[in-house]
């Protein structure tokens, strides 16, 4: 169920007019519904559940990167998340928003020596390592902390998870995981390294998938691998899938998250049964997108409209730097006027203030509008704010979540004078 719907011609987020939120807080500003989180969320846990798992044989992971809030993560750390973190700098926002760093795994193909230090010193649960050459570099750090590292390997199964290039990441062609013909050697060093634990196993094929055919064929190579490892007496205690349920921006289908999940469980099950006698094996997930994707929406303003002889343009007071992902993907965005109009649509090109021929949020969408008129680009929620920038020294938008008919600001706008105060002009002379 959508928790943006219109009610008597105005869209609402949950029970509160998107209206009511630009007239407190300005545009552009980024809204959440906190109902959509704890649904969204709820789809993987209640799977779980259904599927005979409690906490300790399952676990999600939410995926800092899509939506790094501190009241988004601390939302869902209360719902019993953990945390899929790329960077020291995700894990001190997890520790700032009440995160459990024990249900924190570190993800990312760059850690330095620094970042692998701090998450050592919080007890983080697992490092989902790369390449051998960050296997030795966490063995060293761990050795001189007289600590010993939780690994997983992520392992590339070269499936094609059928997505866009840039957000595909499963193939032999990537930069990501360890490819898996190599993957037994690198577990045999990992094994053989003093302050290494070898604890699981990893991958990530890619993001907005819509069929979890890709997924589970992953699994299969995933089970040989472990199957093969434990011959040789390594043995997996966790097996993480990653994440890359997709969602629907336009017409797409994403497959459900409780039907991918009965099938990946019932998948695990008959394999066990098989191979490990009922030795259990804990599930993890990754998932970023599905969770918050569609629980958020940006709010923006028009400023003008410019009707031309080959294009009319509905100049927005959000731009590129607010959300990227058209400018940079080509991705699709739903456009709806927070409040609807009965007549006068036209076709428009929306686009940001930014002086760049690229930035637009969305392109030919017929609709009835005047200056002034507030705009929602729906399925935000994911890879929107946290991919923004300050191009143009624009500030970033705010932040607000809504609850029931509540409006709570989450992050403030930024002001410009934040924008330069790290920098400093050459002493005179
Ligand atoms: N785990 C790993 C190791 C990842 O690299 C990612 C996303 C996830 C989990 C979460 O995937 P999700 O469930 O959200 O699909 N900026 C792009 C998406 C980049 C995805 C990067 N990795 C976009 O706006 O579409």
Redesign the pocket.
Known sequence: MSHFSYKNGALHAENLPLSEIARQFGSPTYVYSRAALVENFSAYADACRANGRDDKSALVCY?V??NSNLAVLNLLGSLGSGF?IVSGGELLRVIAAGGDPRKVIF?GVGKSADEMRLALSHDILCFNVESTAELRRLNEVAGEMGKQAPVSLRVNPNVDAKTHPY?S?GLRENKFGIAYEEALDAYRTAAALPHIRVAGIDC?IG??LLDDAPLLEALERLIELIDRLEKEGIVIHHLDI????GITYDQDKPVAVGDYLSRLFARIDTWRRLSYAGKPIQVMF?????IVGNAGILLTRVEYLKHGAAKNFAIVDAAMNDLM?PAM?E?WHGVQPVQQRADGARVYDIVGPVCESGDWLARERSLAIEQGDLLAIMSAG??GMT?SSNYNTRGRAAEVMVDGDRAHLIRKREDAGALFALESVLPRG
Request: hydrophobic fraction near 20%.
């Open positions: 995926s990167k899509s899929d993800s957000i990441t990530h993001s907005q990653g994440g890359g349920i990754e998932p970023g997108r599905s992902r993907y991705a994911a890879y991919m």
